[in-house]
């Protein structure tokens, strides 16, 4: 892959914030801060390419998974908590019984301008969007090679995108190549954004713009048609189409470029890209904090809300969300996710040798996934530094989420699939020996008293905790207004699609 160099940042980047008219108050917001033209740049490879990675870049913003996305869609369900008067640190307040009913719903804090607003979530999302529509402008008119690529990368990542606006908004803007010039548009229901969605991932897939991961071409954290098909199928069960999702799920599967690999390598710096993760966040490990996409497709390392807010206290962290109660006793006995996602009393820290994690009533458990490396493993990288790709779309997905698509049509490949994951999480080798040992789905079920379906809730809740999709597949599913938890949260159906639009947004907006 090309060799991404600072330039992006002095000129590439530049360029596309004064032509998206990004600033830290508003997208909307015009700021001109280079002279470079927009109309003589975008013409060769190499400009085209930094235009792309360019539109990478803001996964890894503040707003997204550097820090605050995957924490805060899975903060208003019954997997994690807070603890009043302990959010404080690099957010600089703490909690009182008032914020702390706001933040248990999946806010941080409304007046939170870096979450909400500003630099975070919404702001994020659509600094990508507009990021992606420069480059599917201006590329037709450019001299560049490897078009065709270039273009399913960015619509990927525009479908992305908007799939985080439509499942967190229930009012946003439609921006595409043909209306980002505009200061003026119009605020509509994200129902009508759906459709957009999955005409830019079937344009990839009808088109073959992208590679399959096994063909030339294919680049490690860049966009491939595995990860278009399973985005697509997850867009499809957030919409309950679920039949179409199916075909989608098992091209993936029957192309067999992916696997499982261990539980303990599971979102940590020796699992990074590897044959589980389809698509995944790129966190370099040198030190810094920039959010321009370096070598290889991946951001420096940055501060992280894993490291610095939810590590155990033990290690001078400020643990400040916790595990619930209700998530620790969800996961079996022998189930090596439990050792290996979460910290209880008496636990080693894996990044702190020689520490020992001392549950009390306060911090009785603490998250230990996705931060299971710890800034202390690499000492250059500083305290508070996250070094772990974030993943998007793991192989474990893609089987879980097929068997779901069949649960009623195939139960047998639906048990096949799940007694896969659930092979690797009690460390068995193969299915076979998985039943001989009575941890075989169909024991579960027995023991249990569960259906199907329910042993699928499970394993996604056990195996996808704190990793932004909890909240999502509640709703979809219909769990969330009967959840007790979310409930004693105060969750309502009418909070489904809660977040505020940024005032700063409205107020640029000339529609309004």
């Keep these: 892959m090309t060799e991404i160099l600072n330039i992006i940042k002095k000129y590439s980047l530049g360029i596309i914030l004064s032509l998206t008219?990004?600033?830290c108050n508003s997208f909307l917001d015009v700021e001109v801060i280079d002279t470079v033209s927009p109309d003589t740049y975008y013409k060769t490879t190499e400009q085209m390419e930094k235009a792309v990675v360019a539109a990478y870049s803001p996964l890894n913003n503040f707003g997204l998974y550097r820090q605050f996305y995957g924490v805060v869609s899975d903060i208003g369900t019954d997997d994690l908590t807070t603890l009043e008067g302990r959010f404080q640190g690099y957010m600089t307040y703490n909690i009182d019984n008032t914020d702390k009913v706001l933040f248990d719903r999946g806010f941080l804090v409304t007046n939170d301008t870096e979450m909400i607003g500003g630099g975070g979530i919404y702001n994020s999302l659509y600094e990508g969007i507009m990021r992606c529509n420069i480059v599917l402008e201006k590329l037709p008119a450019s001299d560049a090679t490897g078009k065709e690529q270039m273009e399913g990368e960015v619509r990927f990542l525009r479908a992305l995108y908007y799939q985080h606006i439509v499942n967190l908004w229930s009012e946003g803007v439609l921006v595409t190549e043909e209306n980002y010039g505009s200061q003026s548009h119009p605020f509509i229901s994200t129902d009508e954004i759906v459709p957009f969605i999955?005409?830019?991932l079937k344009t990839i897939i009808e088109d073959k713009l992208l590679p399959w991961s096994d063909e030339s071409g294919f680049a490690t954290g860049r966009a491939s048609m595995e990860a278009t098909k399973a985005l697509l199928a997850r867009h499809y069960l957030y919409e309950k189409q679920v039949a179409k999702a199916e075909p989608l799920l098992r091209e993936v599967i029957n192309r067999g470029n992916y696997s499982l690999i261990p539980v303990d390598l599971i979102w940590t710096i020796e699992g990074d890209n590897s044959e589980e993760g389809i698509f995944e966040v790129q966190i370099d490990d040198s030190y810094g904090g920039g959010n321009i996409y370096f070598d290889d497709n991946k951001n420096?390392?940055?501060?992280?809300?894993?490291?610095?807010?939810?590590?155990?206290?033990?290690?001078?962290?400020?643990?400040?969300?916790?595990?619930?109660?209700?998530?620790?006793?969800?996961?079996?006995?022998?189930?090596?996710?439990?050792?290996?996602?979460?910290?209880?009393?008496?636990?080693?820290?894996?990044?702190?040798?020689?520490?020992v994690y001392k549950g009390s009533a306060t911090y009785p458990y603490c998250v230990l996934k996705g931060i299971k490396s710890g800034a202390q493993a690499n000492p250059v990288i500083g305290s508070g530094q996250q070094t772990e790709n974030f993943p998007i779309i793991r192989y474990t997905d893609v089987l879980l989420m097929h068997a779901e698509t069949v649960v009623d049509s195939d139960p047998q490949t639906a048990m096949e699939e799940i007694n896969q994951v659930r092979a690797r999480a009690f460390g068995y080798s193969s299915v076979q020996e998985l039943t001989d040992n009575g941890k075989d789905v169909a024991s579960y079920m027995t023991a249990t008293g569960k259906s199907l379906m329910e042993v699928i809730k499970h394993e996604r809740r056990v195996?996808?905790?704190?990793?932004?999709?909890?909240?999502?597949?509640?709703?979809?599913?219909?769990?969330?207004?009967?959840?007790?938890?979310?409930?004693?949260?105060?969750?309502?159906?009418a909070l489904a699609k809660h977040y505020p639009i940024p005032l700063e947004d409205i107020n640029f907006n000339n529609s309004f």
């Design 300 to 355: 420096s390392a940055c501060v992280s809300i894993r490291n610095t807010f939810i590590g155990p206290t033990t290690t001078s962290a400020y643990q400040n969300i916790i595990p619930t109660k209700d998530l620790v006793q969800e996961f079996e006995e022998g189930d090596l996710r439990k050792k290996n996602f979460i910290l209880s009393d008496g636990d080693s820290i894996p990044y702190a040798e020689g520490t």
């Design 21 to 23: 008219a990004f600033s």
């Design 198 to 200: 999955e005409q830019d």
């Design 463 to 493: 195996e996808f905790c704190f990793e932004g999709l909890r909240y999502f597949d509640l709703v979809r599913w219909g769990d969330a207004a009967s959840n007790a938890i979310m409930l004693d949260k105060g969750w309502s159906p």
